[in-house]
């Protein structure tokens, strides 16, 4: 079992930046972050693999979100730059223990808002 626990959510203007960290009780295989809006289904955001650290972005946050880890504390960061209004949403941390597998974990999710 490997719980996650998300934190550094909160409000920020649009074009501002916020950081949201996932703090992992193991190691695993990857961490990723996904979101969810009102209404909506939750969607991929970003996710890095422990091995070598290879990041993956959704396109809506490419070039704006930048996805980060540290060994020592099993800790995932994502570093949002440029925020829109559209991302406001509950964010939520997910690990993957299995190579054929998906996400087996999953954080309670934290709320970030952004105003316009």
């Known amino acids: 079992q490997v719980q996650l626990v998300e934190s550094g959510g909160g409000l920020v203007q649009a074009g501002g930046s916020l950081t949201v960290s996932c703090a992992a009780s193991g190691r695993t295989l990857r961490m990723g972050w996904f979101r969810q809006a009102p209404g909506k289904e939750r969607e991929f955001v970003a996710r890095?693999?422990?091995?070598?650290?290879?990041?993956s972005y959704a396109s809506s946050v490419k070039g704006r979100f930048t996805i980060s880890r540290v060994n020592a504390n099993n800790t995932v960061y994502l570093q949002m730059n440029s925020l829109k209004p559209e991302d406001t949403a509950i964010y939520y941390c997910?690990?993957?223990?299995?190579?054929?597998?998906?996400?087996?974990?999953w954080g309670q999710g934290i709320q970030v808002t952004v105003s316009s």
């Open positions: 997910a690990a993957a223990g299995a190579a054929l597998g998906g996400y087996d974990y």
């Open positions: 890095i693999k422990w091995t070598d650290g290879n990041t």
